[in-house]
Structure formats: structure tokens, C-alpha cells
């Protein structure tokens, strides 16, 4: 098949690459069309070095384009294909003394093809072999496509231009010397020549002008190139890192911006080659109003401009400043190694490891009584080269620094008094580097994201909240005084960075119902919390009422307790979570007994979790019942789906029974849970040594009864001992006499003689101390509700030695 009709049948990405190429009025689309067969037929290479051939090829082109011309008359064709053809003959006239410079022109469009041809076939091919593929461009990166192969083309078309330019003045030059070597005496012949030389001259000032004309295009494209580079693409990939740091799974990686920049270099250079070039011809040949001495100077400020701005946006910060086991990035403590990296975008191979960044801190701190200052130590200068990235790009990555405070940083004097929290103080690490290639130097700045400086880890998670706050709503990232008049956040702003922490945490984040929980707890009920907003203060430094922790950290004991303890039971969605006590109520009363859920505590400073179940009366009343709140001290010493799996109570008659049986909404435990279960049960359970009899409370809804305790299993030393009352998993663990075990009770191994005894005590001789402790009215005084639940606990007392003991959790 021939070239042409190859090209024809090419997908529209590509088909517009080849309008693009068959832009101009060098070598029109019409005669490649309708002479393909012809042109293709041809060799074009060698016509471009040999005038006689060159001369053959160019007389049957005019041949062909008058027969051409009399079938579209003969065909009855409209007027204007015509005209067209015509019109093409007598522009293709001007080459009749240099026909080689034509053949030139269709070689070089004939290669051009080829290479779309190769392009779109590659593309076939990779498809073919369901290699992945990128995601689907969008609008925007395909309208910089566009563009992008635009200025290409007008590059290579202007080097084209340039280079016949020079053979056009190196004609122009060769006769004329010629001309004054002769010494023709003649008027007439003198007079005829210097005709001759005369419009020579006066072709090469047009070719001249047209170039320089051609030339400030292709800056026009260059620079609407640059400014959607700069001011569109590079500021909303730096927004997505900033975003990125604190959760959001947004793109960041800079491989697709630095192609931009590096072609964008890449034909910026070339324009300053051109206009070297033409300096080059102007320093050979000139002449009064020459253009390019007028003209030259304004089109390299220009282009110098133009790389200038391009070069100083391509220096960034790839990977913020991070601690290897810090909670999240941007967040440092002094005296622990960091690491962050560099990347220059435009990616010249002759620059790898010929430019060095330097590190240096808060070069522009605010003046600001009592604001710290810093030393950046350790390997704080680095070559940017291609060795430490993974896509190859010009990266210096500082794996080795440390910040120490100076001493005179901490009373320094200030314009400016602020109450300014040490988490609060924002600092900023400055880079810089040299430019230097092709006579072109620029010095380079960049900075990282403002950093929180910490000197103790208990104030990692304060220091967290304020890198979070400062992200989700400062667009300035060198506003060092954020804090100082922190803006209010709105929920939805709120609500989705608090779902990016789950989600980068556990790769689940929190849906609308979980959201809605937490604005309730925010703001009470509402019909909608869009436009709702909360503090700086109320988000982190204010209590919840009724508790003495902050909304922040109740958030993040929760995140954490799930990231170490809960994660793959979050991440299947076994976890409801975030569930209002009342919303948890109608759930359950609506299905079958036994379905259960899982909640997190509201009223636990460092994280919580506990379940709730349906049961029925004898009259068909639905009954929701819920255990005392597992912590991360219990979830540490036994899985929390082991506590699910091995759950019981005594119902009626004294009948050990599991209440848990249908995860909700109808999942079957088993099948939600059955696959975390170890395969060992019963005493060889490898957390057998962790059930311990306790008193476990348990909410029932407008009662307060004994009739159904909740049991744990005793666990018994060697032999007959007594039973161990170490720590157990079910929260407060009582003694008989109802009064909390002392911790040193509870967590030593070997029981206190007087605590065995007890333990040791009949049946009957516990019962009446039981029945004491119910009729203790303290009981009804004290609320033992653990999760501020407006309905009264269920009270269950613990098995002894001698009863069928039963476990609520192993």
C-alpha cells in the first residue's frame, strides 16, 4: 500500500499530525494528494545533491500538474481545484534555478510521514500485546499535545528556513565576489549583473524578513505553550502534592511535565541556535535596513526570557521533607535524620551531575519574637543526575540531614509578638542551584512545603493537625504565618481530608453515612452540613464536651488503633465504625436476632471498639445490648475477631451461648470473620492465656438485670491452682465485692493469696455477694454507661472455679 493512502487510514490523533505537518504553503497538501503515486516513485535524496536530476524532476512535477489540471476540467471539477493547481505551478516556478531545493523540501516532508507511519504503528503494537496503558488523557494534557507538536513542527520547519536561507546567501555572496573579481568593464553587461545581483539581494532581504517574521510566531506558540505549562499544569500538580501529603490519592508523578519541559527546552534552544545563526550571515552579508540588525536583538531578550521563566519553574521539590517513622511527611524533629529530593524538569543528559544543590532553612523567616531558627547539617549540597530516579530523571535526593536549633533562635528579638504554639511555627527549607549550558546561565531556587518542627515525639500528633489544616486550605505555601489568622475549614473540606486519613492509612476511606456521624457529633443534626464550618481551635485545641480530649485526637486514637490492630477487617468493610448510638439502634431493631455491628467508642481519648447485638423478647421486643469498649491495650494481647469468634453469655437456665451471628447487614459470622480465625480452638488456641474471668458490663436497653451475665473462661495454673487474675480483654475487671482490682492485681502473675481465696469461695457463698452488689444502690447512681449512652448497663458477674465458665473474648 502506498505511503500516502497508509497515512489516510490512520486514526484522527494521528490524521492531525499530518494536517499539522501540511500547515504551511512550503509543500502544498493538494499535490502530495493527487500525485502521490508519482512522488512516492521518485528518489527525492538523490535529486537534493544532483542539480541535473533535481532539474529532470522538477520539469515532470510541471507536467504533471498541467495534466492534473486538464482532468479537473475535463472532468467537469469545481473552479477552485482549478485554480488551486494552478496556482501551485507558478508558486513551485520560483525553484527553477535551484530545483534541488524543492526535491530537499518533499524529501524532508516524505520523512516527516514516515515517522507518523512509525509512531501510529508502535502504538498498534503495543496495543496489540495489551501492554497497559496510560489513563485516558484529558482535554487539557491532549490541547498541550497539540501544542507541543505545533512548536515542534514550526522548529523544524524554521530550520528548514535556516538552512536554505544560508544556501540562498551563500549564492547571493559567491556571485557576488564573483562579480568583483571579474571586473567587468562593459556598462551594458555590468548594468545587467548588477540586476541580477540586485534582486538576488532583494530575495534574500525577503527570505530574510519572512524568517524573522516566522520566527516571532514560533515565539508567540512558545510562549502560550509556556504559560499553560507554568501557570496551569505545574501549579495544579503542585496543589495535588500538597494534597498528596496529607492523604489524598492524587497523581503526582512529574514524568509526563518534564517531557513537556524538556521539548519545550529543547525548541527554545534551537530558536537561540537560529538567531546565532543569523548573526553568523548577518556578520558575512549585510546591508542598509538590513532586518535582522534591527530585529535580532528584541527576539533573543525574548527567547532568553521565555527559557529563563521555563528553567527557573523546572526546579521543584519531587518528595517533601519526611522522617523515616514520623507520622507523615512534613513533619521533622530535631536531631532525626530526614529525607526530601530535587528534581530539575528539563532533563539534558550533559547536565547529569553538572549542577549542585544546596540546602539551607527559612531563608525568608518572618520577623517574629520567639520563632526558632535551625542549622540544616549533614550531606546539605548534592548533583542533581540521573542514578537515584527510577524514570531517569535529574533528581538529588537527600536521604542524610538533620535540623538543630540554634541557640540564640530561641529568645530572639522580632518585629511582630504572636502566641504562636511550637506546632504551630511554620518553617521552610530553601534549594538552589546553577544553570549553565550553551552560554546560558540562571540561577535556580526552590522550597519545600512549610514543615513543623518538633523536639519530643508526644507532640508528632499535634504536629500532624496543623500540617493537615495548613494543606487542606493554604494555596500560599510560604505563608509562614498561617496560624497566626487561621481560616475556618468547611465540611466538605473537612470531611474529605478525615477520609484521606483512612485511606492512606488502610486503602478504605469513610463514606457519607461514616461522615455524617462525626458532623453530627460536630454540629448536631441537620438536613445538610455543607455549609458548615469549624475551626482551627474547635478542630484541635478545644475539647469535646463532655470529655477531655479535642476532636483531632479522638480521631486520630481511632486511625491509629485501626492501623495497627483492625486494619484488614476495616479494609473488607466488616467495621461499620462511625455509627451514632441511636442510628446503630434503629439498624438493628430492624433485622434478625443475632445480627450484630461494629462501632468505634466516643468516649475513648486513645481509640475504641465495641459491638452491639439485637435479641427479642418473649413478646417479639426487640432488645440491642452492647459490651464495654475493647482498647488498643486489649487488641494488642488478642485479635479482635477472636473476641467476636469466642463471645458468650448466659442466656436462660444457665446455657452458654454466642449472640453473635450475622454481621450486618445478613453476612453470616463465619463467613465474615472465618477467615482472620487461627485453626486452633479451645486449649491449644495460642491466646488461650489471655482469657481471664471479669466482670463485663453490658448496655440493655431501659433495664437493669443480672439474669443474663456474661462469662469469660477460667483459665487455671498447673495442676488445680486457682485461676490467674491477670489482665483480661473485656474491660473492668471487679473483684466480688464489686470494687475495681488494683492494677497491681491485675497485672501480676501470680495471684494475691487473699484474691485466690476469694476466688476459691462456693457457690454458695457467692451468691449473696452478688446479690449485695445489685442491691447496692451505688449501682443505679454510678453510670457504668462507658459510651455516654442514655440507657442503663446490664450488670454481669463472672464464673467461679466451680460453675460452666464461658468466655466473652480470648
Not at 514550526?154 to 528556513?161: A, D, R
Request: proline share 5%.
Amino acid at each position: 500500500m502506498a505511503q500516502w493512502e497508509k497515512l489516510r487510514q490512520l486514526d484522527s490523533v494521528y490524521l492531525k499530525q499530518v494536517d499539522q505537518l501540511y500547515d504551511g504553503d512550503a509543500f502544498p497538501m493538494d499535490v502530495r494528494h493527487y500525485l502521490a503515486h508519482w512522488i512516492e516513485g521518485q528518489d527525492w535524496e538523490r535529486a537534493a545533491r544532483d542539480h541535473d536530476v533535481a532539474m529532470v524532476l522538477f520539469q515532470v512535477l510541471l507536467e504533471n500538474l498541467d495534466i492534473q489540471h486538464s482532468r479537473f476540467v475535463q472532468g467537469g471539477e469545481s473552479f477552485l481545484q482549478q485554480h488551486n493547481i494552478r496556482r501551485f505551478k507558478h508558486s513551485f516556478q520560483r525553484y527553477q534555478e535551484e530545483p534541488y531545493t524543492l526535491a530537499s523540501i518533499i524529501q524532508w516532508f516524505l520523512g516527516k510521514e514516515k515517522e507518523i507511519l512509525q509512531n501510529a504503528e508502535l502504538a498498534e503494537q503495543v496495543q496489540l500485546l495489551q501492554v497497559q496503558q496510560n489513563p485516558m488523557e484529558t482535554d487539557s494534557q491532549q490541547n498541550i499535545e497539540r501544542k507541543m507538536a505545533d512548536l515542534k513542527n514550526k522548529v523544524q520547519c524554521m530550520e528548514h528556513t535556516v538552512k536554505c536561507l544560508e544556501e540562498q546567501q551563500d549564492e547571493f555572496d559567491f556571485k557576488y565576489q564573483t562579480h568583483n573579481m571579474e571586473g567587468i568593464t562593459n556598462e551594458a553587461a555590468k548594468m545587467e549583473q548588477m540586476k541580477v545581483l540586485q534582486a538576488l539581494l532583494n530575495r534574500l532581504d525577503a527570505s530574510r524578513k519572512s524568517m524573522l517574521s516566522g520566527m516571532g510566531v514560533l515565539l508567540d506558540s512558545a510562549e502560550e505553550l509556556l504559560c499553560v505549562l507554568v501557570r496551569e499544569e505545574l501549579v495544579q500538580w503542585q496543589r495535588r502534592q500538597q494534597k498528596a501529603c496529607i492523604g489524598a490519592p492524587d497523581n503526582t508523578c512529574l514524568d509526563q511535565l518534564e517531557k513537556w519541559f524538556t521539548t519545550e527546552a529543547e525548541c527554545l534552544f534551537q530558536v537561540r541556535k537560529f538567531l546565532k545563526k543569523l548573526e553568523e550571515l548577518m556578520g558575512k552579508v549585510t546591508y542598509e535596513h538590513d532586518p535582522v540588525k534591527k530585529q535580532k536583538p528584541a527576539l533573543q531578550k525574548r527567547v532568553d526570557s521565555l527559557l529563563t521563566s521555563l528553567l527557573k519553574s523546572a526546579f521543584v521539590v519531587e518528595t517533601q521533607p519526611s522522617m523515616p517513622q514520623g507520622k507523615g511527611p512534613l513533619v521533622l524533629r530535631t536531631n532525626v535524620q530526614f529525607s526530601v529530593k530535587t528534581r530539575f524538569l528539563v532533563k539534558f543528559p550533559e547536565l547529569n551531575h553538572a549542577m549542585k544543590v544546596n540546602v539551607s532553612m527559612d531563608r525568608e523567616a518572618p520577623q517574629v519574637k520567639w520563632y526558632r531558627r535551625f542549622n540544616v547539617l549533614g550531606t546539605n549540597s548534592k548533583a542533581l543526575n540521573m542514578a537515584e530516579s527510577m524514570s531517569g530523571g535529574m533528581v538529588a535526593d537527600f536521604r542524610h540531614l538533620i535540623l538543630k536549633e540554634q541557640k540564640s533562635g530561641g529568645g530572639g528579638k522580632g518585629i511582630h509578638e504572636l502566641s504562636l504554639s511550637v506546632t504551630e511555627e511554620l518553617h521552610i527549607i530553601n534549594f538552589d542551584t546553577e544553570f549553565l549550558l550553551h552560554d546560558m546561565s540562571v540561577s535556580l531556587e526552590t522550597s519545600s512545603l512549610p514543615v513543623v518542627i518538633i523536639s519530643n515525639s508526644s507532640q508528632q500528633q499535634s504536629a500532624w493537625a496543623s500540617v493537615l489544616w495548613f494543606n487542606m486550605l493554604c494555596l500560599e505555601p510560604k505563608n509562614f504565618l498561617f496560624f497566626a489568622n487561621c481560616p475556618v475549614a468547611t465540611w466538605p473540606q473537612l470531611g474529605e481530608m478525615l477520609s484521606w486519613q483512612f485511606l492512606s492509612s488502610t486503602t478504605r476511606g469513610l463514606d457519607s453515612n461514616q461522615l455524617d456521624m462525626i458532623a453530627h457529633k460536630l454540629f448536631g443534626k441537620q438536613q445538610s452540613y455543607d455549609a458548615y464550618k469549624i475551626s482551627w481551635t474547635k478542630f484541635s485545641k478545644e475539647n469535646v464536651p463532655n470529655t477531655n480530649f479535642t476532636l483531632w485526637v479522638w480521631f486520630d486514637g481511632i486511625l491509629v488503633m485501626v492501623k495497627t490492630h483492625l486494619e484488614n477487617l476495616w479494609k473488607d468493610g466488616s467495621i461499620m465504625g462511625f455509627v451514632s448510638k441511636g442510628k446503630e439502634k434503629t439498624l438493628l431493631k430492624k433485622k434478625q436476632r443475632g445480627t450484630f455491628l461494629l462501632r468505634f467508642s466516643e468516649s475513648i481519648r486513645d481509640g475504641g471498639i465495641t459491638f452491639s447485638w439485637v435479641d427479642y423478647s418473649l413478646t417479639g421486643e426487640p432488645d440491642v445490648r452492647s459490651v464495654q469498649p475493647f482498647t488498643k491495650v486489649d487488641l494488642s494481647q488478642i485479635p479482635f475477631h477472636e473476641i467476636i469468634r469466642n463471645f458468650q453469655i448466659l442466656e436462660a437456665e444457665n446455657v452458654p451461648e454466642n449472640p453473635l451471628l450475622f454481621l450486618y447487614p445478613d453476612t453470616p459470622k463465619v463467613e465474615a470473620f472465618g477467615k482472620y480465625y487461627t485453626e486452633k480452638s479451645g486449649a491449644d488456641n495460642p491466646y488461650i492465656k489471655y482469657i481471664k474471668t471479669k466482670l463485663v458490663f453490658v448496655s440493655k436497653e431501659n433495664t437493669l438485670e443480672a439474669k443474663s451475665p456474661v462469662y469469660s473462661d477460667i483459665v487455671e495454673g498447673e495442676g488445680s491452682g486457682p485461676m490467674n487474675p491477670r489482665y483480661g480483654l473485656c474491660g473492668e475487671a471487679f473483684g466480688l465485692s464489686g470494687d475495681p482490682l488494683p492494677p497491681e492485681l491485675l497485672l501480676s502473675p501470680d495471684p494475691d493469696p487473699m484474691l485466690s481465696g476469694a476466688m476459691e469461695m462456693s457457690e454458695e457463698d457467692l451468691i449473696p455477694t452478688f446479690q449485695e452488689f445489685l442491691n447496692d444502690p451505688n449501682v443505679y447512681e454510678n453510670s457504668f454507661d462507658w459510651d455516654n449512652d442514655d440507657t442503663d448497663p446490664e450488670v454481669a458477674l463472672p464464673g467461679h472455679p466451680f460453675t460452666a465458665p464461658l468466655q466473652p473474648c480470648e
